[in-house]
T-cell receptor, first 114, second 111 residues
Framework: DVKVTQSSRYLVKRTGEKVFLECVQDMDHENMFWYRQDPGLGLRLIYFSYDVKMKEKGDIPEGYSVSREKKERFSLILESASTNQTSMYLC?????????????FGPGTRLTVL | SQQGEEDPQALSIQEGENATMNCSYKTSINNLQWYRQNSGRGLVHLILIRSNEREKHSGRLRVTLDTSKKSSSLLITASRAADTASYFCATDATYGNKLVFGAGTILRVKS
């Protein structure tokens, strides 16, 4: 059974803290993604990676960075957390198979920044 | 950049009824996908329809795609309380990597 796991389901941090969100997939997928989800806005792409040590900015990369040192792990870093980064964060992975590129999602991390 | 937009934003029906959700998008696509999200969880892939396909079925799901109108619909037949979830369409315009998701339709099926 394919699996994407995220390090925490719920996280509470204080403004200014450095926050690490970890995502691990066991499907040997090349592509990994970080989204944030806010009510009424759907999923917005923060960063994605198509290979180890490769990363590309998505639609809303400001305030975030990522790290992909191993194929199975993709980390999202909030360098200095702010209250407007309170959100649900979703990680996903996919295989670049041309037409059939469904994404597999983790359960999400609900981050609250106080 | 939000490519897909779902309509309606919310839908409430009785168990056994059919539910129809629509998705419109702006640019040419390679495929369009539908996902379901149960409350507070990750998304689960439901069905993918390629740009050269017009209709696709999977169990109680029926998806149509009209590329001339840049729109798709998802029909869930004989709905069940367990179908209560948010449904998202996602479009792929870049051959393989990124998907662009809409804001979703919240479906509530009352038993």
């Amino acid at each position: 059974d394919v699996k994407v796991t995220q390090s925490s389901r719920y996280l509470v941090k204080r403004t200014g803290e450095k926050v690490f969100l970890e995502c691990v997939q066991d499907m040997d997928h090349e592509n990994m993604f970080w989204y944030r989800q806010d009510p009424g806005l759907g999923l917005r792409l923060i960063y994605f990676s198509y290979d180890v040590k490769m990363k590309e900015k998505g639609d809303i990369p400001e305030g975030y960075s990522v790290s992909r040192e191993k194929k199975e792990r993709f980390s999202l870093i909030l360098e200095s957390a702010s209250t407007n980064q309170t959100s649900m964060y979703l990680c996903a992975s996919s295989s670049p198979s041309g037409f059939y590129n469904e994404q597999f999602f983790g359960p999400g991390t609900r981050l609250t920044v106080l | 950049s939000q490519q897909g937009e779902e309509d309606p934003q919310a839908l409430s029906i009785q168990e056994g009824e059919n539910a129809t959700m629509n998705c419109s998008y702006k640019t040419s696509i390679n495929n369009l996908q539908w996902y379901r999200q149960n409350s507070g969880r990750g998304l689960v892939h439901l069905i993918l329809i390629r740009s050269n396909e017009r209709e696709k079925h999977s169990g109680r799901l029926r998806v149509t795609l009209d590329t001339s109108k840049k729109s798709s619909s998802l029909l869930i037949t004989a709905s069940r309380a367990a179908d209560t979830a948010s449904y998202f369409c996602a479009t792929d315009a870049t051959y393989g990597n990124k998907l662009v998701f809409g804001a979703g339709t919240i479906l509530r099926v009352k038993s």
